[in-house]
């Protein structure tokens, strides 16, 4: 089975930095397209950066391109998700994701606990 863990959230000012990893377990990462989603209260999911199972092809929602970067290391199976120039619209609980397929289709096959990101004003 398929555990994912997020770490690496907080509460920082507007302009900080953060950096988010998810750790993978019970499988073969590199047989997994994984993605950044986060979600605030009242609000869908919503999809923030994905990435394909061999890190070739990576694509990101329009209000977070230019500051957040995705990534993988397959060798420590862990994903990252590095975020710079923080707004306080990026607060939102954030959630690892995972999918058996080559890249990330729509739906996610396992998910994190989420990781509340906090960006006071």
């Known amino acids: 089975q398929v555990r994912l863990v997020e770490s690496g959230g907080g509460l920082v000012q507007a302009g900080d930095s953060l950096r988010l990893s998810c750790v993978f377990s019970g499988a073969i990462f590199s047989d997994y397209a994984m993605a950044w989603f986060r979600q605030t209260p009242g609000k869908e999911r919503e999809l923030v950066a994905k990435?394909?199972?061999?890190?070739?092809?990576?694509d990101y929602a329009d209000s977070v391109k230019g500051r957040f970067t995705i990534s993988r290391v397959t060798n420590k199976k862990t994903m990252y998700l590095q975020m710079n120039s923080l707004k306080p619209e990026d607060t939102a609980v954030y959630y690892c994701a995972a999918k058996y397929a080559p890249t990330f289709p729509a739906r996610a096959d396992y998910w994190g606990q989420g990781t509340q990101v906090t960006v006071s004003s």
């Open positions: 990435i394909s199972r061999i890190g070739s092809s990576i």
